[in-house]
């Protein structure tokens, strides 16, 4: 990796020995700078989970990803700095069909500083902007949303709790079996192809805005949030690439489809209507791995 140009991708100009000083200041610099999009996959680009991949489409061609792109790229950076950092295994409840996804649905991050342990998420969207502490029960606020973390059932669960302007809402559960990337191989092909995945069936380009806003490319739709506020504008189908240039700075360089589809819920085989942990893999699925860090 060239760590000077990662760094240069996200703006970011701060220290970088492995403090939660310079954990924040990443953190928060590759969300505001690197779009959670799903992109590629309406322009018939594959994604494959191969760091030097990951790191030619985010770094050197600008671009952006979802989680296991954009988690993954920064694990890898973490560890480079000298941070102690594992990727983890969770499942978001789709807050369009309600529901919880498959297990290995999402990737998170948990790093360790001394003691203290620290949730890392840079490729969930509208999620939380700097690291939060792993400590159940405790309110963590940032910029217009309270965070907590609790524990059910032997699975850490991620709510954001209820502010004037928006209800409590559970975003993911999560265990601490350490994972590795190509772990979630399988997963990266679900989420490229299945009609339960948000991003086979919408193209969208989405990124924080200071103030605790949200700018979002959807479809045929420029969505803009700011301070409970909601602002949409149609958009034109050849009107949609110079916007995805001009306003999230990807460039893109095949033939791009908009789409905005209905999501199925998930198979009932796949999903779970609550925090528990994660069931049993069935045989042929991607085993756990070996070393669980707790």
């Known amino acids: 990796m060239d760590v000077g140009a990662y760094l240069s991708r996200i703006g970011y100009q701060g220290p970088s020995e492995p403090t939660l000083e310079t954990l924040r200041g990443l953190h928060r610099c590759h969300l505001f700078s690197v779009p959670f999009e799903s992109l590629s996959v309406h322009c018939g680009e594959p994604i494959t989970l191969a760091l030097p991949l990951l ?80 400590e159940p029960g405790l309110e963590q606020p940032q910029e217009g949303s309270i965070f907590r973390l609790g524990l059910v059932g032997g699975s850490w669960v991620l709510e954001r709790l209820g502010v004037p302007s928006e209800e409590r809402r559970m975003l993911y559960n999560f265990t601490l079996e350490e994972r590795e990337l190509g772990d979630f191989a399988a997963m990266c092909h679900y989420h490229q192809s299945a009609p339960s995945s948000i991003f086979a069936c919408k193209s969208f380009c989405s990124l924080p805005q200071p103030g605790g806003g949200r700018l979002t490319y959807m479809g045929w739709r420029l969505i803009a949030t700011q301070g409970g506020q909601r602002m949409e504008t149609a958009l034109q189908a050849h009107e949609i690439p110079a916007l995805l240039q001009h306003v999230f700075g990807a460039q893109l360089s095949s033939a791009f489809v908009p789409k905005d589809q209905d999501i199925q819920p998930p198979p009932e085989e796949e999903e779970e209507m609550g925090p528990d942990p994660p069931t049993p893999p069935k045989q042929g699925d991607l085993l756990p791995h070996p070393n669980p860090t707790e």
């Open 55 to 134: 790191y030619n489409k985010i770094v050197q061609q600008r671009r952006g990803g979802f989680c296991y792109e954009n988690n993954g790229l920064f694990l890898w950076l973490l560890r480079v700095l000298g941070f102690s950092a594992v990727g983890l295994a969770g499942r978001v409840r789709n807050r369009f069909t309600g529901r919880f996804g498959p297990p290995l649905d999402h990737l998170v991050l948990l790093a360790r500083l001394g003691d203290q342990r620290f949730l890392c998420d840079v490729g969930f969207g509208d999620g939380f902007l700097e690291p939060l502490q792993l």
